[in-house]
């Protein structure tokens, strides 16, 4: 049973605008969520996080909201740089263990 | 080197084979997770290590899936008699125990079974 879900597969984005990457999760008791950009033939990077205590965590150009009541995410890149073109996974880590929950990853295309 | 390092990067293999994956996780970190990502999948959990307690198994597909980590260092991922679906992208991470903090993924091993 798939607890963290991405459901936009991918998403095109003109260089200079927003790119919004979306996230929802079923299980109420993840208290850090994540996101991760994966190149091609690499590993997944670390990007930025937030605690379920927050609803909104910044760096840089990446900002992650968090919408606990939706238990819903959102990742928001801005101005979108053709280098941001990736697949962008969304995860979560619950209070009972530090296993990370994985969605299924949306890939960006950011057009010049 | 200061990431984490798997090997060997690919890996093709017969059917019915055993194999073995290794990960060099990075130094200080207490926490090694292993994923396999397959094709147009998402990231699978398979198998955590925590210091000296008991690994969490609860994502390995099969007995035929076993995994070490000797010395609370480096990890080896068994596949026996490896079987087509075993095909994927192996992926090893480490973490530290700051929550929130992320894990750091290596490169992964390109499993191929033919």
């Known amino acids: 049973d798939q607890q963290v879900k991405q459901n936009s597969p991918s998403l095109s984005v003109q260089e200079g605008r927003i790119s919004i990457l979306n996230c929802d999760y079923t299980n109420s008791m993840f208290d850090y969520f994540l996101w991760y950009k994966k190149y091609p033939a690499e590993g997944p990077t670390f990007l930025i996080s937030i605690s379920s205590i927050k609803d909104k965590n910044e760096d840089g150009r990446f900002t992650v909201f968090l919408n606990k009541s939706a238990k819903h995410l959102s990742l928001h890149i801005v101005p979108s740089q053709p280098g941001d073109s990736a697949v962008y996974f969304c995860a979560a880590q619950g209070n009972t263990g530090n296993q990370f929950y994985f969605g299924t990853g949306t890939s960006l295309t950011v057009i010049p | 080197g200061a990431g984490v390092s798997q090997s060997p990067s690919n890996k093709v293999t017969e059917k019915g084979k055993d194999v073995e994956l290794r990960c060099d996780p990075i130094?200080?970190?207490?926490?090694l997770y292993w994923y396999r990502q397959s094709l147009g999948q998402g990231l699978e959990f398979l198998i955590y290590?925590?210091?000296?307690?008991?690994?969490?198994k609860s994502g390995l597909p099969s007995d035929r899936f076993s995994a070490e980590r000797t010395g609370g260092s480096v990890s080896t991922l068994t596949i026996q008699r490896t079987q087509q679906e075993d095909s994927a992208v192996y992926l090893c991470a480490s973490s530290s125990l700051l929550r929130g903090g992320g894990a750091f993924f290596g490169q992964g091993t390109r499993l191929t079974v033919v």
């Open positions: 130094s200080g970190h207490t926490a």
């Open positions: 290590f925590q210091g000296n307690s008991a690994p969490d």
